[in-house]
Structure formats: C-alpha cells, structure tokens
C-alpha cells in the first residue's frame, strides 16, 4: 500500500512538473511578441539621453526593473502577473533598442544579429535538452551563479566610467558562460520540482535568454564588428 502510494506521489509530481515546464515554454513563446515589438520600437528611438548620462541611465534602469520583478512575484499566481511579465518584456525589448542600433549601423551589423539570436537559441536548446534528458539536479549552481551575476553587474557598472574595450569584451565572455549556465539552473529547477510557478518560471529563464543575447551579441560586435 505505502509503495503504491509511493508511485503515485512520484507521477502526481512527475506531470506537475511537466505541466509547469510545458506552460513555461507556452509562456516563454508569448513573451517574444512584446519583445519584438518593444525593440522595433526602441530602434527608432534617440537614446540620447542613455548616451550622455550611461550611469545613470543604467541605475535608472535597474530600480524600474527591480520594481516590475517585485511586482511580478507579489502577483504570481493571478493574471495580473502575466500582464506585468508581459509588460515587463515590452520595456526590456524597448531597452534593446541603443545595441541594435549600434550592432546595425556596422556593415556586417544584420549578420552578427542573426549570429546571436541563433547562438541564443542553440544554447537554450542544448541546455534544456541537458536538464530534461539527465533530470540531475543542478541547483549546487546557484551560490556560484549568484556571485557571478553580482561581480558582472559590479564590473559592468565600473567599465561605464573606465572605458576599457578589453574589459568589456572579456565581460560579454563571462556574461555568455555565465547566463548558459543560468538557463541550465532554471530548466533544471523545474524538472526537479524546485520551481512550481510558471510565471516565475519564465520571468527567470526570459531574463537569462535576454542576457545571454546581449552578451554575445556584445561579444561578436567586439570580434567581427565591421564599420568599413
């Protein structure tokens, strides 16, 4: 009776999970329109300001980003967390809008786009087929992860002021290994069961794609950027 049990308990968690994983990607999907939309918009925009005053804009930034995730948390379970997901990709496309500008204005700018977005999707594809296939739990990553992710923002706040092209080629590197790693752990705590809420499911591999994107496509404007 108790093995029965047992086995029951296992395959109610076993479709939870697959439930949460299936509606993350369904979510996941949803979120691209509004990011597509908001960086069509971005790229027509003047970043004038962002140009001027890089610090500032970047801490501006953060506290409005900071403010959606709190928000998005406090109402993950109704709809209105959705809305605000949905919002929230909406403002983080709109922020694409200075890079792309950048990354397009190169004479090879639409190729290396197109590198990056498909040496995004590859990684994701390759590391949910690693979490989903192996189901090993990789939560031990997430001490590393966090100090990591700290000492890149630190990094990257300290470059605004130094202005060293070397530094800032070798933290898209990092940021690239750094948020493959991210969607490793995010996939894997849900096959794991260690995250049971798909909207907060998608809100943390989102912004792992979203920064595994910029870093490579930083990193590749570095290496084959071309305004000859």
Same mark, same amino acid.
């Given at each position: 009776?108790?093995?029965?049990?047992?086995?029951?308990?296992?395959?109610?968690?076993?479709?939870?999970?697959?439930?949460?994983?299936?509606?993350?990607? +369904?979510? &996941?999907?949803?979120?691209?329109?509004?990011?597509?939309?908001? @960086?069509?918009?971005?790229?027509?925009?003047?970043? @004038?300001? @962002?140009?001027?005053?890089?610090?500032?804009? @970047?801490?501006?930034?953060?506290?409005? &980003?900071?403010?959606?995730?709190?928000?998005?948390?406090?109402?993950?379970?109704?709809?209105?967390?959705?809305?605000?997901?949905?919002? &929230?990709?909406?403002?983080?496309?709109?922020?694409?809008?200075?890079?792309?500008?950048?990354?397009?204005?190169?004479?090879?700018? +639409?190729?290396?786009?197109?590198?990056?977005?498909?040496?995004?999707?590859?990684?994701?594809?390759?590391?949910?087929?690693?979490?989903?296939?192996?189901?090993?739990?990789?939560?031990?990553?997430?001490?590393?992860?966090?100090?990591?992710?700290?000492?890149?923002?630190?990094?990257?706040? +300290?470059?605004?002021?130094?202005?060293?092209?070397?530094?800032?080629? +070798?933290?898209?590197?990092?940021?690239?290994?750094?948020?493959?790693?991210?969607?490793?752990?995010?996939?894997?705590?849900?096959?794991?069961?260690?995250?049971?809420?798909?909207?907060?499911?998608?809100?943390?591999?989102?912004?792992?794609?979203?920064?595994?994107?910029?870093?490579?496509?930083?990193?590749?404007?570095?290496?084959?950027?071309?305004?000859?």
């Amino acid at each position: 009776m108790l093995d029965n049990m047992q086995v029951l308990g296992r395959e109610t968690g076993l479709a939870t999970q697959n439930k949460v994983l299936r509606n993350t990607y +369904a979510m &996941l999907g949803l979120t691209m329109i509004p990011t597509v939309i908001g @960086a069509m918009v971005g790229m027509n925009m003047n970043f @004038a300001f @962002a140009a001027m005053h890089p610090f500032m804009f @970047a801490i501006g930034a953060m506290v409005v &980003l900071y403010g959606l995730f709190a928000a998005i948390s406090a109402n993950r379970n109704s709809s209105i967390g959705v809305v605000l997901l949905l919002g &929230l990709t909406f403002l983080l496309g709109l922020m694409l809008g200075p890079i792309l500008q950048y990354a397009l204005n190169l004479r090879n700018g +639409a190729q290396i786009v197109g590198l990056a977005a498909g040496g995004t999707g590859i990684v994701l594809l390759t590391m949910s087929a690693i979490a989903t296939t192996t189901k090993k739990d990789f939560s031990f990553m997430g001490k590393f992860l966090l100090v990591g992710i700290i000492l890149l923002i630190v990094a990257s706040l +300290a470059n605004i002021f130094l202005q060293i092209p070397a530094m800032a080629l +070798a933290l898209s590197g990092i940021g690239v290994l750094l948020f493959s790693g991210f969607i490793l752990y995010d996939v894997s705590r849900i096959v794991t069961g260690g995250e049971t809420n798909y909207i907060m499911a998608t809100l943390s591999l989102y912004m792992s794609i979203y920064n595994l994107f910029t870093s490579l496509l930083q990193l590749l404007m570095g290496l084959m950027g071309n305004n000859d």
